[in-house]
């Protein structure tokens, strides 16, 4: 993909920006507040499993945003593209890298792409290439903040619910703030990829709705199950969720994944791959995408089952009274909308339908059956001519489109 595909920074980038550091900022203060909540109550196994979530996302997602920092400063005329006036801190390694141990370095990515794109929007500065470039990647970290803290402690907040059967605000709050990030994440992770499109303008809104239902009605009920089988075996959940983390890092290496350019934080993407396909499924290599999507699918509806079926079997059923039966019956028929909503995502609304055939060699043909396709690629391989290209998500959207 040639440059001149990209289109320019806009007003719309900018505010998604701005929005995205404002979501992040909202997340992390609900985090502090339902954790203090929870320490001055007493609850420490809830605060020590609220902290451990936070803890952990914020430590995957800056050793991805260091080892991307690594990579891209090894490309050849980077620096002298992209100015290191441009970027936060400029090329002073010590400093971003003490930045990501103190773990303020995807705080920081957030400032840089704000600062950039204002200074490309209002000032009508050069760089538009990089502060896309910058939105981007954080398109793609925050994707994976997601899925290893808003979803894991949204199942949290929901079985202190269920659990103590009452809800206090900022319960309710944290759980608003989770499902928010969560939403907020697909629709920009989705306008993310969609950039990459030389026909961007003839994709409306509609497809970004779609898309967004059929993720959030997937996700939705996954959560909701491992959320009630926690309330009666919450001991249990734990080896539910090593059991299939391990069996799916093992799939993702017999994929034979090469996202990164470097052994560990390969390894560190397959263990990331096998986290996110704990509640969602995304395609990580090439052929039988669909084939991989309905084994995927299969084993995760029977999953939900099995989990629904021994909630039912061993809740409290004076306490579910209320909403037991609702759920046992609103969940798996939610799952199934979500399914019906993603095929009519692809049947009605997928860009590829109004994109002419391809003509050039070695662009591909098939469509995978996907959320998100996250290809091996090298950033390494190209000229300086086309290095503020973000590779990593051209590759996104060449095979998931």
């Not at 840089?112 to 970290?141: C, N, P």
């Not at 263990?271 to 996110?276: H, N, P, S, W």
């Not at 029977?302 to 037991?324: F, K, M, N, P």
Request: aromatic share 16%; hydrophobic share 50%; glycine share 6%.
């Amino acid at each position: 993909m040639e440059r001149g595909c990209l289109p320019r920074y806009s007003w719309i980038d900018f505010f998604f920006s701005v929005i995205g550091v404002c979501t992040f900022l909202l997340d992390c203060g609900s985090d502090l507040w339902v954790a203090a909540e929870f320490y001055c109550r007493g609850d420490l196994s809830w605060f020590g499993v609220l902290v451990g979530l936070m803890v952990l996302s914020s430590v995957v997602v800056q050793m991805f945003s260091w080892f991307w920092f690594v990579y891209d400063r090894k490309l050849e005329g980077f620096g002298s593209q992209v100015g290191a006036s441009t970027v936060l801190c400029g090329d002073r390694v010590l400093i971003f890298c003490l930045l990501h141990v103190l773990q303020l370095g995807f705080f920081c990515r957030h400032i840089s792409a704000i600062r950039q794109g204002f200074r490309v929007w209002w000032r009508k500065e050069e760089g538009s290439e990089y502060a896309i470039y910058l939105t981007h990647d954080l398109s793609m970290l925050r994707l994976i903040e997601t899925f290893c803290e808003s979803a894991p402690q949204l199942i949290l907040m929901m079985y202190v619910m269920l659990s103590t059967n009452k809800a206090r605000v900022v319960q309710f709050v944290s759980v608003a703030a989770s499902t928010t990030s969560i939403a907020w994440m697909v629709l920009d992770y989705h306008r993310s990829l969609r950039s990459f499109l030389p026909d961007k303008a003839q994709q409306g809104w509609g497809s970004s709705v779609v898309y967004f239902l059929w993720n959030l009605l997937l996700i939705g009920p996954r959560v909701a199950a491992l959320a009630l089988f926690s309330s009666v075996l919450p001991w249990l959940i734990a080896a539910h969720f090593l059991l299939l983390w391990m069996a799916f890092v093992l799939w993702a290496w017999q994929q034979q994944t090469n996202f990164m350019d470097s052994a560990g934080g390969e390894w560190l993407y397959r263990a990331t791959v096998g986290l996110i396909w704990y509640f969602s499924w995304f395609n990580v290599a090439e052929g039988h995408t669909r084939v991989r999507s309905l084994i995927y699918h299969s084993f995760m509806t029977a999953d939900c089952c099995l989990l629904l079926v021994t909630w039912w079997c061993l809740r409290d059923a004076a306490q579910t009274e209320v909403y037991g039966l609702a759920l046992i019956i609103a969940l798996p028929l939610t799952y199934l909308l979500g399914l019906l909503f993603k095929a009519i995502y692809y049947c009605c609304f997928h860009p590829k339908l109004w994109r002419p055939p391809p003509t050039e060699e070695g662009v591909p043909h098939d469509r995978p059956d996907s959320k998100v396709t996250l290809r091996s690629f090298s950033i390494q391989d190209d000229s300086a001519s086309a290095s503020v290209l973000n590779r990593r998500m051209a590759h996104h959207a060449a095979h998931f489109y």
